[in-house]
Every structure is written in C-alpha cells, then in structure tokens.
C-alpha cells in the first residue's frame, strides 16, 4: 500500500518562497504521472503542477496561475515529489495535495490512485 506524506507547507510573506516535499512509502515507480493540487474552502480541488519522468524526457504541466513561479521535481532516489514555488501570492493560500499513479499528465484529483492528506500553505501580503 503506498502512502504519500506531504510536508513544508507554512505561513509566508507575499513575494516569499516555500518548497513543499511529499514522501512516499511503499512502491513508487519512477514513471508514474506525479502531481500537486490545491484547495481553497468553498472552491474545486484544482491541479497545479503535474510531472512524468520516463526514458523518453521529463514531461511537466503547470496551471496558468503558477506558470514560471512554481517549479515541480522529483527525487526517484528518495522516492519524494517537490514543489519549489517562489513569487507567492496571498491567492496561492491553500492546502497543498499530491498525488501518484493517474493515466494523463493532466488527469484530474480522482483519476489519482495515491493521494495524500495536504498541507497548508497561507501567503499574507
């Protein structure tokens, strides 16, 4: 059974930066579409950045509203999924998911087959 921690999430200035890491137990393969999601009350889970690592080339997908702020990584080693964002705005505050094993770069939250409890992030200005 696979399990996805994630972590790093905390409260920041405007303008700030965060890197959010997410560890998974279990197996993991290198290959997997990985990705992060956000959640704001009241508001659909939505995708952030999404990632797929193959022989072929890394393969990336970002949210417009996170396009050259956010940067999304893998460790296949440590078997962890990161999210580096910089340039925050006080409308990235939200609780941060990921997720593991989907069949498209793009899938939505519930195509996911391995998804994680979330953390928070809250950005001030």
């Known amino acids: 059974q696979v399990q996805l921690a994630e972590s790093g999430g905390d409260s920041v200035q405007a303008g700030g930066s965060l890197t959010l890491s997410c560890a998974a137990s279990?197996?993991?393969?290198?290959?997997?579409?990985m990705g992060w999601f956000r959640q704001t009350p009241g508001k659909e889970r939505e995708g952030v950045a999404h990632?797929?690592?193959?022989?072929?080339?890394?393969?990336?997908y970002y949210a417009d509203s996170v396009k050259g702020r956010f940067t999304i990584s893998q460790d296949n080693a440590k078997n962890t999924l990161y999210l580096q964002m910089n340039r925050l705005k006080p409308e990235d505050t939200a609780m941060y998911y990921c997720?593991?094993?989907?069949?498209?770069?793009?899938?939505?939250?519930?195509?996911?087959?391995?998804r994680g409890q979330g953390t928070q992030v809250t950005v001030s200005s």
């Open positions: 279990g197996y993991i393969s290198s290959s997997y579409f």
């Open positions: 997720a593991a094993d989907a069949p498209t770069l793009r899938s939505s939250w519930y195509e996911y087959k391995y």
């Open positions: 990632i797929r690592v193959s022989t072929l080339g890394t393969y990336t």
